[in-house]
């Protein structure tokens, strides 16, 4: 008999993640771990600029998880670098609140449609409903059309039509048992916004010997950098409004420096950024589009049982077999970076002051850089940039 299957997607995100009080600066260790070997795998597919993000894919298998046994679920546990699924509860708890803060930035949604025609555990919905807020529907996968309208449209509604038409008709069929999706969502404008008047056309360096014409914004601001004389970093950092946020940048010293940057990528997220500064910083707009298959990806990290003849997911139906496994899993993602802010949609104003008989140290992004957005101890995005 053939297995049943079900997919899953993720899709590009922001919980609503809304007590700003207790600032972390610092990683988890689990997310350093976690996001560099993501981050490895990916970049090793992947010739081009990217965007990921790890956790909406943390929630995202954290939601199956619980239907998890044996072999698959130590595999997933073990590629997270958790001890086991509750962790994962408490820290979308930590990072989520019950104070909610007015015109939050950060939202993570979660959603997950069950066939009609599967008997699915009582005991699994609930534990998705209690513990990740999901919200449960039951749809015919049949009526093929039917179902990807209403997915792409909960999409488009979660992501202010941000992404669109990424579900298929292709992906399910009769056999899908399950579809659940994740939506992170943010926008934030920066603490301090760049002029639009300062912006000019700049050289990207792509390599040593090729430039391309990009916007360069520009500004003079008190930052957080960090500079690793030995491994030859550069990193800055950029808060957000919402300062629990913040984009780092991370180039090397020599322009074709981007593969040493990648060797280091987990000593980049372990490094803690100094104390502010005033410098002239310059950066350039861009927007990124990704979209990523995470199944090979995930068998290398180390995930093989998910997605084969073995998975063992018996905790989603009832009574119990163990014939689910995971046949798709996809992460499409989408970034946008001007003066404002990030995903911009606010009208905002500049604000700064400065020093203008001063001459302050230089930071300029004028070659290929990786960024991660930080929220307390999670990278919320992470990517890179080979040309804006
Ligand atoms: C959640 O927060 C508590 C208290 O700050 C902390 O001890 C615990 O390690 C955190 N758990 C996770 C998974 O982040
Ligand atoms: C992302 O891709 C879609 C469709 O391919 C396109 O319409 C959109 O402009 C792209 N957005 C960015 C930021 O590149
Ligand atoms: C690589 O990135 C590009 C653009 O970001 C994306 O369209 C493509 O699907 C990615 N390829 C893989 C294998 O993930
Ligand atoms: C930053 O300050 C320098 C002087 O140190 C000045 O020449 C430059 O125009 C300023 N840049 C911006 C964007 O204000």
């Not at 069950?114 to 529907?137: E, G, H, P």
């Not at 994740?182 to 040593?208: A, R, S």
């Not at 990806?297 to 998910?306: F, P």
Request: aromatic share 10%.
């Amino acid at each position: 008999m053939k297995p049943f299957s079900f997919l899953l997607f993720v899709i590009f995100c922001p919980i609503t993640f809304s007590q700003f009080t207790t600032l972390t600066n610092e990683l988890s260790k689990s997310s350093i771990k976690f996001t560099s070997k993501l981050y490895r795998e990916v970049a090793k597919i992947n010739s081009s600029n990217f965007l990921i993000s790890p956790l909406s894919l943390k929630i995202t298998l954290g939601m199956i998880t619980s239907a998890a046994r044996g072999k698959t679920y130590k595999e997933i546990i073990r590629v997270l670098h958790v001890n086991n699924e509750l962790e994962i509860v408490t820290l979308i708890q930590n990072l989520s609140s019950s104070t909610f803060v007015k015109d939050t930035s950060l939202i993570s949604a979660n959603k997950i449609y069950i066939s009609n025609s599967f008997k699915i555990s009582s005991n699994y919905l609930a534990n998705v409903k209690d513990n990740f807020k999901s919200q449960i529907q039951l749809i015919s996968f049949t009526n093929t059309k039917k179902a990807v309208e209403e997915m792409n449209k909960w999409i488009e509604t979660k992501t202010k039509k941000k992404i669109k038409d990424i579900v298929s008709p292709d992906d399910f069929d009769s056999s899908t048992v399950s579809v659940l999706l994740n939506v992170l969502y943010f926008h934030d404008k920066w603490l301090l916004q760049f002029n639009k008047e300062n912006t000019e056309t700049l050289p990207f360096y792509v390599n040593p010997t090729t430039s391309i014409p990009v916007d360069m914004m520009k500004a003079n601001i008190s930052v957080g950098t960090s500079d690793d004389t030995n491994l030859k970093i550069r990193i800055l950092r950029l808060p957000y409004a919402n300062e629990d946020i913040a984009m780092h940048l991370v180039i090397s010293e020599h322009i074709d420096g981007i593969h040493l940057l990648e060797k280091n990528i987990k000593e980049i997220l372990s490094t803690t950024v100094d104390a502010e500064t005033i410098k002239e910083v310059q950066i350039p707009k861009f927007a990124i589009n990704s979209s990523h298959n995470l199944i090979p990806v995930l068998e290398k990290m180390g995930m093989q049982h998910a997605f084969g003849k073995d998975a063992d997911f018996s905790g989603m139906l009832d009574p119990e077999t163990r014939l689910v496994q995971i046949n798709l899993l996809k992460q499409s993602t989408l970034i946008e970076v001007d003066e404002k802010g990030t995903v911009a949609a606010a009208v905002t104003q500049l604000q700064g002051k400065y020093r203008s008989n001063l001459v302050y140290p230089k930071f300029v992004v004028d070659r290929p850089f990786i960024f991660y957005i930080q929220y307390k101890s999670e990278v919320l995005f992470i990517g890179r940039c080979y040309s804006p």
